[in-house]
């Protein structure tokens, strides 16, 4: 189910929740409207709504987090395939065709990634599924260049240093990419994301029970509503890095295209 179906789906709850409220307020008896009753309502209600704020604030906090962790990665990987490529071209003009599998992983990654966006000039593979960082073919290019790498035959000390390192960059590389693949999924739980639909649905209704029947409550509630839809939505939507409305940016993958094509 899609994010903006969710924050659909918990908008239309939350206004039923309160709209059962106003209609149970007219039929309830005296006795259970008395000052009393709703101010052990309202105390009630007030620790669900404190326990809600704080669950959600510690979800969009964690969540957040994660992006940005998630975008830092994202930077530390492009980083790491300039710093690649600068090597390749230290080492030679026998490390062209290198430079060229890498370029045709760059263009390929940043067309398949960001989908919305104009991909890359050039001859690469194209993917027609869904976005994913877990491309056979895309890793199997980077296995490539690992490979050509080490079948590299130095001629002096000079180029044997850069094996070693052209190697080491290659190993970091690698590790990066893996690790991209296991931090891009979603990591909210939806057992909790129910629950706290649950608290949000009981909220609202005890809003619509106790609250006095015109239109700037029924505007208030609305509008209520509508904050809190927009922010699981945020929520969700920050939970995936790169399938959601906000995604991390594709500036630095292009900037390593850049740097390759300059170069070549």
Not at 49 to 56: C, D, M, N, S
Not at 74 to 102: F, H, N, Q, V
Not at 178 to 184: K, Q, S, V, Y
Not at 196 to 210: A, C, E, K, R
Request: net charge negative.
């Amino acid at each position: 189910m899609g994010d903006s179906l969710i924050a659909a789906l918990l908008l239309l709850l939350l206004l039923a929740s309160s709209a059962f409220g106003l209609w149970l307020q007219r039929r309830l008896g005296e006795r259970h409207k008395t000052r009393e009753t709703a101010d052990a309502v309202r105390l009630v209600i007030s620790i669900l709504v404190t326990f809600t704020a704080l669950v959600l604030g510690l979800v969009t906090s964690s969540v957040k987090s994660s992006f940005d962790e998630f975008d830092g990665r994202w930077r530390g990987y492009a980083a790491a395939l300039t710093e690649l490529d600068l090597r390749l071209r230290e080492y030679g003009a026998s490390t062209e065709p290198i430079r060229s599998k890498l370029r045709t992983y760059v263009a390929a990654a940043i067309a398949d990634t960001w989908r919305s966006e104009t991909p890359p000039d050039g001859d690469y593979p194209r993917f027609p599924q869904s976005p994913s960082l877990e491309r056979q073919p895309l890793g199997a290019l980077l296995v490539a260049i690992d490979i050509d790498i080490r079948q590299l035959e130095p001629t002096d000390a000079f180029h044997r240093q850069l094996i070693s390192l052209l190697e080491d960059n290659m190993a970091q590389t690698l590790q990066q990419r893996w690790r991209l693949i296991g931090t891009a999924h979603d990591t909210i739980s939806t057992p909790l994301l129910g629950l706290m639909t649950s608290w949000l649905v009981m909220i609202f209704g005890v809003f619509g029970l106790i609250s006095p029947r015109n239109a700037v409550i029924y505007a208030t509630i609305l509008l209520c509503a509508v904050s809190i839809s927009s922010a699981v939505y945020l929520i969700m939507d920050l939970d995936q890095p790169l399938g959601g409305f906000i995604t991390v940016s594709s500036e630095p993958m292009r900037d390593v295209l850049r740097h390759i094509d300059a170069r070549l």
